[in-house]
């Protein structure tokens, strides 16, 4: 037979007409749904389902509202999830109910409903018609339970629903169908239709009972987190999920079979976008997964997209975005495996130059996820820009941001937000006027542009004209969490502010949910307050004083939903005390580089400015056993190491306290040393070397843990294991939790020796004994970056440079590892250039690792970083410390 739709809510079907409960086991006919006879067992051994006394389940049977009411209040009931506040509450409603005809035996379930919001009274003249039951629709079923998981799960528009019949759906139903389709309780039938107005029956209802009792018990909805993901070339990708119930599904997806949203829904992303640690919910039709949720918390397109802006051309193998901020035009070669977005669906190449040429009177706006690969371009070295997903919209319109340069009756000047770029726009003849959001007039813009330093923000139609210029004394955010706003309303039911010529209105499910905080000009401080007593203080009191205030300001907090947490709010003459300490921004993410002082997030197209010294409670990188800029701006820029940072900055987007700690790392391991060793500086610490060059030291749990039994923590510290290819896990502190050796091939000799080290020959000579080279002598250092066996002879030929050197020697008295430092070298000074110094001596010159610039110069006697040029041509010694490293010259 035709598979029904597959509706879970796990609800109880209790019909209080029905005074017999009659088992699963002798129902006599529920071999007629058999794709639901397994599920009416199920609820039936659960508690959750009546039969009729002739013993059938009569599985094709409509089910009334009041029905349905009364299952989810059973079901709530069942799982504890009752709201107690809303039982008890007929005598409330009594009137209304029996206005509406509601049958006796639902009315108390119908009171909890319409106390508890699952029901609103426009919802009562479906339950009957001259006093008889109607049966319920899919949609409205949907309706019911939705709000009453919607306690438990977050609710969104809906745009993601994609039921072929997604049209028949009602606008305010669509959240509660996304609802439960992200929850995996609602599919389509066979045909891919969600059947909205249909009405639903037992056999359905008893699919929906049994998931959603599951769901509700377990406290899970197919969630997990992605421990995993391994991109083969962008053909396909390996993603583990450790789901929230201890299972593990482990998937083999591509673009081609998988479809990846954001969580609302509205927005289709590439299989690239997910990355290791993302929250996702996993959406199943029957044991085949369909979709993948994405449940991180969403942000503005200038955080969605590593660039965005509007595009300038697409072809021959390239595309030229004109930047949103900044109007300056960018190239990004496009990767072979790039992906299309036309308004978050999937499309091609073809169907987005299409686009681009059917719409040359408007703005194609786009979004891009971007890398930078190293390549040889016409020879030479260079980073390339690619786009490897691109995601178009079509607009009218466009809109930029910038400071006022100049104002006329006709044009406006303005430089362009984050950048240099001078950009101008001359009126539309029915252009708009504002001044925040009060409608102005050009001329009040103009006198305004007069008085000092104020930000436009321009709407430019497709003939390049503005329609609507809004000027502020602010800078123009996107941030509206950390935004101050001017109160245009409030009361019980909402909240109305204004920001940069928009109103925006927040509905208040409840005021109690809400934190409220006034301003106390006396003490100085914030107050936590009633909802009462914040009207009041909005209102003001004539009799205390307090209604001689021009404007309300506000900042307002929400949660990762969404919804509002708590309001601040200050009058006018406390705007500046009061908003001060929370002016500053606080972002957080995966760096992708430092670059000229300054930090950016993979996720985030601004810049944060470092300052040049941070002391030590500003300045944190866990699992580091230094907090140096030197060593963050080495762990940002290393393409093999994963950075997590936290900050703060303040309105000029300058970084005033930074937290960082690496959550992913590869290379060779140098060293490592365990609880028990004697030198408490290297005590539960590891030094790796990434394929760059770079070292870092860094901290370890007491006992890391592996991925094999064939070694241990213990196993790791001999020499055997030094120089192994190693793939490294953190904890939350940026610890080394996990060490797994990638290579399986370790260094097999038992053998290890130490000294100073000379050239024998076609041999290496350390502490007065000669070795021969193996093959493949691996050779690492702190003290420079030199690996190769030939440039390592080379220094140690060099009578000005003493090396000291610890080998691992095989049983053929070969040597196989060496881990050299520098104790002493003499030779002309070159330059000082980002933590290295160069000399040249009568060989060559040499490059050699120092510690922080700003160390350097308190042991020279140094006091700036240009006194370096002063010792050019000079002849030096170089002092190096235990560590390998130039202290003093």
């Avoid at 003939?463 to 935004?483: C, I, P, Q, W, Y």
């Avoid at 009361?491 to 499910?509: A, C, L, P």
């Avoid at 205390?544 to 309300?552: R, S």
């Avoid at 091939?745 to 100073?756: E, Q, W």
């Amino acid at each position: 037979m035709k598979r029904k739709m597959a509706m879970a809510l796990a609800a109880v079907l209790v019909a209080g007409s029905l005074p017999v409960t009659v088992s699963a086991a002798t129902f006599t006919d529920i071999n007629e749904v058999s794709w639901a006879s397994s599920t009416i067992q199920a609820v039936s051994d659960k508690g959750l389902i009546n039969g009729y006394e002739d013993g059938t389940f009569r599985a094709k049977n409509n089910v009334t509202y009041s029905e349905a009411m009364v299952m989810v209040y059973n079901l709530m009931s069942k799982t504890g999830n009752l709201k107690a506040s809303a039982t008890n509450t007929l005598s409330i409603y009594q009137s209304v109910l029996n206005t509406y005809k509601i049958p006796t035996w639902s009315q108390s379930t119908v009171a909890y409903g319409l106390s508890a919001q699952i029901l609103m009274a426009a919802d009562l003249p479906k339950f009957t018609t001259n006093g008889v039951s109607n049966p319920a629709t899919r949609q409205d079923v949907a309706v019911m339970f939705g709000r009453a998981l919607s306690e438990k799960y977050d609710i969104y528009a809906g745009t993601g629903v994609n039921y072929n019949d997604v049209w028949r759906i009602s606008d305010e139903v669509m959240p509660y169908v996304d609802l439960l389709t992200r929850l995996g309780i609602v599919t389509g039938d066979d045909s891919g239709n969600f059947n909205p107005t249909a009405n639903i029956t037992r056999a359905e209802m008893a699919v929906m009972m049994n998931k959603t009792y599951d769901l509700l018990s377990n406290e899970l909805a197919n969630t997990g987190e992605i421990t995993e993901i391994v991109n083969h070339d962008g053909d396909y990708y390996d993603v583990d999920v450790k789901m929230d119930n201890g299972e593990r599904n482990r998937l083999t997806l591509s673009d081609d079979n998988i479809s990846v949203y954001n969580k609302d829904g509205s927005r289709e992303l590439p299989i690239s976008s997910l990355t290791k640690g993302d929250r996702v919910s996993l959406v199943f039709d029957g044991l085949v997964i369909t979709k993948i949720y994405l449940l991180d918390e969403e942000a503005s397109a200038q955080e969605k997209y590593d660039a965005v802006g509007y595009i300038y051309s697409l072809k021959d193998g390239y595309l030229n975005l004109e930047s949103e901020n900044t109007g300056e035009t960018t190239k990004y070669k496009i990767n072979t495996n790039c992906t299309y977005y036309l308004d978050g669906k999937k499309t091609t190449e073809s169907a987005i130059k299409d686009v681009i040429d059917d719409n040359s009177d408007k703005y194609v706006y786009a979004g891009l996820y971007t890398e930078t690969k190293n390549e040889k371009v016409d020879g030479k070295r260079q980073d390339v820009l690619y786009a490897n997903a691109v995601y178009v919209t079509v607009k009218d319109e466009y809109t930029q941001t910038g400071e006022v340069t100049d104002f006329t009756s006709t044009t406006v000047y303005y430089k362009a937000s984050g950048s240099n770029a001078r950009k101008s726009a001359d009126f539309a003849s029915d252009c708009e006027f504002y001044i925040g959001d009060k409608k102005s007039s050009a001329k009040d813009l103009e006198e305004m542009a007069e008085s000092g330093t104020v930000y436009v923000k321009v709407t430019v139609n497709s003939k390049g004209k503005a329609t609507k210029v809004v000027m502020t004394e602010d800078k123009f955010t996107d941030n509206t969490a950390s935004s101050t706003y001017t109160v245009k309303g409030f009361n019980k039911d909402r909240i109305i502010v204004s920001r940069g010529g928009t109103s925006t209105t927040y509905e208040f499910g409840s005021t109690s949910d809400i934190t409220y905080y006034t301003w106390d000009r006396s003490a100085g401080k914030w107050e936590e307050r009633s909802f009462k007593n914040a009207e009041s203080y909005y209102e003001g009191d004539p009799e205390e004083g307090e209604d001689d205030y021009e404007t309300m300001y506000a900042r307002i907090n929400f949660d990762k939903s969404g919804k509002i947490t708590a309001i601040y709010m200050a009058k006018d003459e406390d705007r500046e005390p009061a908003f001060d300490e929370a002016e500053e921004t606080e972002r957080k993410g995966t760096v992708e580089y430092i670059k000229d002082g300054k930090l950016k997030f993979k996720t985030s197209s601004t810049e944060y400015t470092l300052q040049s010294k941070y002391d030590e409670d500003s300045l944190e990188i866990g699992g580091a056993p230094t907090s140096s800029l030197t060593v963050l701006t080495r762990m940002a820029n290393c393409d093999d190491v994963t950075l997590y940072a936290e900050i703060k900055a303040d309105g000029n987007n300058k970084i005033t306290d930074i937290e960082a700690r690496l959550t992913a790392a590869e290379g060779k391991m140098i060293e490592y040393n365990g609880k028990d060793t004697s030198d408490s500086d290297k005590k539960n610490t590891l030094t790796l070397e990434t394929p760059d060059g770079s070292q870092f030291k860094l901290k370890t749990v007491s006992n890391p843990k592996t991925d094999s039994d064939d070694y241990d923590a213990e196993d790791l510290q001999t020499t055997g294991y030094r120089g192994s290819s190693v793939k490294l896990e953190f904890n939350n502190d940026g610890e080394i939790s996990k060490i797994i050796v990638t290579d399986s091939k370790y260094n097999s000799g038992t053998k290890r020796v130490k000294g100073t080290a000379s050239v024998d020959g076609s041999k290496i000579k350390i502490d007065g004994k000669s070795y021969s080279w193996d093959s493949k002598t691996y050779i690492t250092s702190s003290s420079f970056t030199y690996s190769t066996k030939d440039m390592f002879e080379r220094m140690l030929q060099d009578k000005d440079i003493e090396v000291y050197v610890e080998a691992t020697i095989s049983d053929s008295n070969k040597v196989e590892r060496i881990n050299a430092r520098v104790e002493s070298a003499e030779g002309e000074f070159v330059e000082y250039d980002s933590g290295s110094v160069v000399i040249e001596t009568d060989s060559r010159k040499w490059s050699f690792n120092t510690v922080s610039k700003n160390t350097l110069l308190k042991n020279c006697g140094l006091d700036d970083e240009k006194d370096f040029e002063k010792k050019e041509g000079k002849n030096v010694t170089l002092e190096f410390n235990s560590d390998g490293l130039v202290e003093e010259f």
